[in-house]
């Protein structure tokens, strides 16, 4: 008995439309994620309009899910990067995210559970793009098309740490998006304390302004917001041709979270990979992402779950040249055998070929 084949549509002949954090699509998750594939693969895709036929469609996070959850034609991938449904139905911000999206105009229809919304856009979606184990066993509840994808930072870290050999002061550096600046709080007492017993910097590498509130509203400067968690810092604006010269000129990164916060502790991997990337010595909140990340690494004691965890960590790596290099030379060959350009990219390649098409 012969089998009917239907061959695979060519993702070249598609009409592409990808829904962007920004218009521009300056965005971290737009400059690291399906344009970036996009650019890699030479697909033309056009910012979409639900008002308009298409074949394919990509779904940031920053897409109207009250829309697009109801949007007849094409097939859609949804890029759910962020951990929601690890955020408790308690949750103060999140009972009002919902109406909040509604009156700041980012979502056409008024959907009240922001939970449920997000549920049955992933119901609709024809395959859904998560970066956690966690966040893929969630959302499996409403897609059975689930894939796992992190960032490609190929085009930021452009510099590679090679001198591991501290000056003074020890230089220790946090890049990342100024509404996360918060979580330097965490680590204020330790750099307090670490101030006293040795000559630390501290440097961050971040956006010089931002909005507090629901990505347009309450304009703010992050060095000002800075000054008020961390003094004498060393503030340097984010710029992807200096990014990983800045980082790489410090001793040491770190990346704290909130691990009594769901949503924040659900993060995926992806800064750390970035650092990683660069060889970068770093040291960590223990979020699940990250012990699994550092632990396949051969680095599971560089995760830190509370203050004198960080205390400890840091004071040891400060006086330990040859541990803050077997930290960034392991960390560097972990990205390069499991996350390289082509591993990333071929990720993408089968969520596509899931749906029926192909290169």
């Not at 979270?257 to 990979?273: I, M, R, T, V, Y």
Request: glycine share 4%; hydrophobic share 40%; net charge neutral.
């Amino acid at each position: 008995m012969m089998m009917d084949y239907k061959p695979l549509r060519k993702l070249q002949n598609l009409r592409i439309g990808y829904v962007p954090y920004s218009q521009t699509l300056d965005k971290p998750g737009d400059r690291r994620r399906f344009p970036y594939y996009a650019s890699k693969r030479g697909l033309r895709f056009e910012i979409a309009d639900p008002k308009k036929d298409y074949d394919l469609v990509i779904l940031s996070e920053r897409a109207d899910v009250s829309v697009w959850s109801r949007y007849p034609q094409a097939k859609l991938v949804y890029d759910l990067i962020d951990s929601y449904f690890a955020i408790p139905r308690t949750d103060f911000k999140g009972l009002l995210r919902g109406l909040s999206k509604f009156l700041s105009r980012q979502t056409r229809y008024l959907q009240l559970d922001y939970w449920k919304a997000i549920a049955s856009m992933c119901t609709r979606a024809d395959a859904v793009v998560c970066s956690t184990e966690e966040q893929r066993h969630d959302i499996l509840k409403f897609c059975p098309n689930v894939h796992i994808i992190l960032d490609m930072h190929m085009d930021v870290a452009r510099a590679v740490k090679s001198d591991y050999c501290a000056g003074r002061p020890f230089r220790i550096v946090w890049e990342g998006l100024p509404q996360n600046l918060g979580s330097l709080k965490l680590v204020s007492p330790v750099m307090d304390l670490l101030r006293e017993r040795h000559l630390i910097e501290m440097h961050v590498v971040s956006d010089s302004e931002y909005f507090r509130y629901m990505g347009q509203y309450g304009k703010s400067n992050a060095q000002a917001e800075l000054q008020r968690i961390l003094p004498d810092v060393h503030f340097h604006e984010w710029k992807e041709s200096d990014c990983a010269d800045i980082i790489c000129a410090c001793d040491l990164a770190i990346i704290p979270l909130s691990l009594s916060d769901p949503f924040a502790a659900g993060k995926p991997e992806n800064k750390l990979l970035l650092f990683w990337r660069m060889a970068m010595p770093v040291v960590t909140s223990a979020s699940p992402a990250y012990v699994r990340a550092m632990r396949s690494a051969g680095l599971d004691s560089l995760t830190a779950s509370n203050e004198a965890d960080w205390l400890e960590i840091l004071e040891r790596l400060l006086g330990d040249e040859a541990a803050r290099r077997r930290a960034g030379t392991l960390g560097k060959a972990y990205t390069e055998r499991e996350f390289t350009e082509a591993s990333l990219l071929g990720r993408w390649d089968a969520v596509f070929a899931s749906l029926g098409f192909s290169l």
